[in-house]
Every structure is written in structure tokens, then in C-alpha cells.
């Protein structure tokens, strides 16, 4: 299978890297339970304005810190070695810096990174998705899984406190362990819809 695979808050704990690069900057003591919308604006006082702005200015500390979701690595590691094509699909942006740091923490981490599998920039991951062949996507943001629903791109939610109430019943995940038994009845569909034909 083809499989998609967002980065931040799917594979990589950056709620977590964030809170603590903002506590230090901005000298308070938020925890990350504190932080309950996708965005750190409300849990900080700021507003969107504000929360781009700063967001900006930290992101390639918050990027390169942080570490990844428990037996994510391993797993996108065991799905690539049975022949599934992986690719991480960020809308990170584009530049140089941000591409670097991504592909280092990639390597460093031990993920599936082949040097030709990571997409940046990716403001509408369903196109990216369907251009890819994507059969099977694991995300966490809300705009994102609204995007990929509706243009009918099988996805999972990659559990998260801002996502808990998305209003589509789809498949979810609290751990990267569950993801062998979603991939198995993928395939499993899959074969059953092809001996129909």
C-alpha cells in the first residue's frame, strides 16, 4: 500500500517541543494538558495574529527538538521492510532550513526517510495524497482530516486532545502499535474488492 504520514503531532511530539520553547520565551509555565485547540494562541493569551508571528520566529527550534511518538519509527520501519511505500507529507514550509532540519530529525530517528519520500509545503495534502496514490493517511489536524474526508482520501486520526470531538467517525489511533491491525484490513478490502471486479 501506499501510506501517508503527517509529521508533527503524528510521528513527532511537537505540542510538547513547542509548549517548551514557548515557556521559555515568553517566561511562563504552561503545561502541554494546559493546550486543548490545535493552535498554542489560547493557551498563551495571543492572538492568531500574535501566535503566526511567534510561531514563525520559533519554529526551526521547535522542529528540530522534540521527539518522535512512541513506536512510531518502529512501526513505519516494519510497514516499509513488507514492501509498503511510505511518505511524509508536511505542510511545514518549503524552505531550506525547515526541509534540513526535517530530513535530519527523519535520519536521526530512524525513520523510513529514503531521501525521495518527504513532501513539504503541503497546504492541501489531499492533492498531494491523490497524486501520490495515497490509500491510507494518518493525521491529527483538523483542517487537514476536514480535507482529506472530503476529498475521499482514506485517513486515520492520529489522536489528540484538539481532535477528539472531529465531527466524521473515523478510525483513530493512540498508538502506532494499532496501526498493523488498520493496515491489515485495508489490504483486506482491497483484495476483496478487486476478486469483485
Known amino acids: ?3 501517508g ?3 508533527d503531532n503524528t510521528i513527532k511530539d511537537t505540542q ?12 511562563r509555565t504552561v503545561k502541554v ?7 498554542l494562541d489560547q493557551a498563551y493569551g ?5 501566535g503566526r508571528k511567534l510561531w514563525r520566529s520559533l519554529e526551526e527550534e521547535i522542529y528540530r ?3 518522535p511518538l512512541q513506536n512510531a519509527a518502529r512501526v513505519l520501519n516494519e510497514l516499509a521492510d513488507e ?13 531550506k532550513n525547515i526541509e534540513a532540519i526535517t530530513r535530519k530529525w527523519l535520519k536521526k530517528y530512524g525513520f523510513p526517510y529514503t531521501g525521495d519520500n518527504l513532501v513539504m509545503n503541503a497546504q492541501d495534502k489531499a492533492k498531494v495524497a491523490k497524486i501520490l496514490g495515497v490509500e491510507l493517511f494518518f493525521e491529527d489536524a483538523p483542517n487537514h482530516l476536514e480535507n482529506l474526508v472530503k476529498n475521499k482520501v482514506p485517513v486515520v486520526i492520529v489522536d489528540a486532545v484538539y481532535n477528539r470531538l472531529f465531527p466524521v467517525p473515523l ?6 502499535e494499532q496501526v498493523h491491525d488498520l493496515v491489515q484490513e485495508m489490504e483486506n478490502q482491497k483484495k476483496q474488492r478487486s476478486r469483485k471486479v
Do not use: C, S
Not at 514492501?83 to 511524509?88: D, E, S, V
Open 1 to 3: 500500500m501506499v501510506i
Open 5 to 7: 504520514v503527517d509529521i
Open 83 to 95: 514492501g509498503h511505500r511510505i511518505y511524509f507529507i508536511t505542510a511545514r514550509p518549503g524552505t
Open 33 to 39: 494538558e494546559d493546550v486543548r485547540e490545535f493552535y
Open 16 to 27: 510538547r517541543a513547542a509548549v517548551k520553547v514557548y515557556n521559555r520565551k515568553l517566561n
Open 46 to 50: 495571543l492572538t492568531p495574529q500574535e
Open 65 to 67: 527538538i522534540g521527539v
Open 171 to 176: 478510525k483513530r489511533i493512540t498508538d502506532w
